[in-house]
């Protein structure tokens, strides 16, 4: 059995490689809202308030794009809307926890730290404290994120454009799922879903991120059926 | 008026964190349901990869020659091999940079 402490830590380390990417990716963001013409402190706002990657550069390039309040609100909603299907896989492991702490502990939900922490969930259900290795994943994204987005705010973009380091984002979602590459249910899934954003990458609000993942484990259904 | 709209974001945004984990209970999820869940990671993050790869900063598809691909497909199989998260980023980073600054230059 880990301690709490034990588990904090490993969720730390299992989600630090990815901070290669995420920094680099904060700075950009941050760096992007004050060129855009907002002021810093409504920038950084997002980072406190969405806490939300790509959803936050979206907002900002919406509204000084001339689009109303709704329009940058709703596209925020859509993009973050995968949140629910992390959160469903998630609920599994973080049932017994009392609903304050799942109201504190779902802040710190992200992309990268659900992947990590869903791997390590799978191979050990039964330890007592699993939610502190989420907790680990979560506050190590949470200061990651904070750091970068007020250097990017406050120093500009001194990450040179040329170096292009948007690609690092999805190269680290190719670290998460380049395993189960193995399996082929699981590729066919991630083809399919892959060609569906390309598909609506135009549909409106961003909702291609939540389309493509809908028709995607659709098929995922269709195949469980097909396998029995 | 923007924090306004950024505040309203940042509710909506929490809200799609928590709905499932504290006001959804597993026993209302079947097993049907709980098996098809087990192909998330697999269903959402290539919407995040393949739009990242093939779709420029302009939103049109980029050519088939572009370096990205080619970074991708190092990454692929670096990240097969080694199992290792910091070598899948740095070989697609390192061999698109090779791309770009030395071969196209």
Known sequence: MLTKKQLFTRGMLDISPHMLSVIPFGIICGAIGVELGFHPYLVYAMSFIIFGGASQIVFLQLLSAGATSL??????????????????VLSEYLEKL????????????????????????????????????????GCTMWVCWQIATLSGIVL????????????????????????DLKKLDHVIVMITCGLSSLLFFDAPFK?????????????AALLLRLKK | MTLTAIIFAGILTYFTRMTMIALISRDMLGDKIKAVLEYVPSAVFPAII????????????IEMNDPKIFGALVAI????????????????LVSYWFLIFVVFN
């Open chain 1, 71 to 88: 329009v940058a609100v709703a596209s925020v909603g859509i993009i973050n809307s995968r949140h629910l299907l992390y959160g469903a």
């Open chain 2, 77 to 92: 199989i670096v990240g097969y091999f080694s199992k290792n998260i910091i070598a899948t980023i740095s070989a697609g």
């Open chain 1, 207 to 219: 909702s291609y991120i939540i389309i493509s993942p809908i028709i995607a484990l659709f098929v």
């Open chain 2, 50 to 61: 393949f739009p990242g790869i093939f779709i420029n900063d302009f939103g049109a598809f």
């Open chain 1, 98 to 137: 009392s609903f304050i702490k799942k109201l504190l502990i779902s802040y710190v939900v992200v992309d990268q730290g659900f992947a990590e922490s869903n791997k390590f969930f799978k191979k050990n259900r039964n330890e007592e404290f699993l939610h502190y290795h989420l907790i680990g994943t």
């Open chain 1, 156 to 179: 500009g973009s001194f990450v040179p454009e040329e170096l292009g380091l948007k690609f690092a984002i999805p190269l680290t979602f190719i670290a998460i799922v380049v395993q």
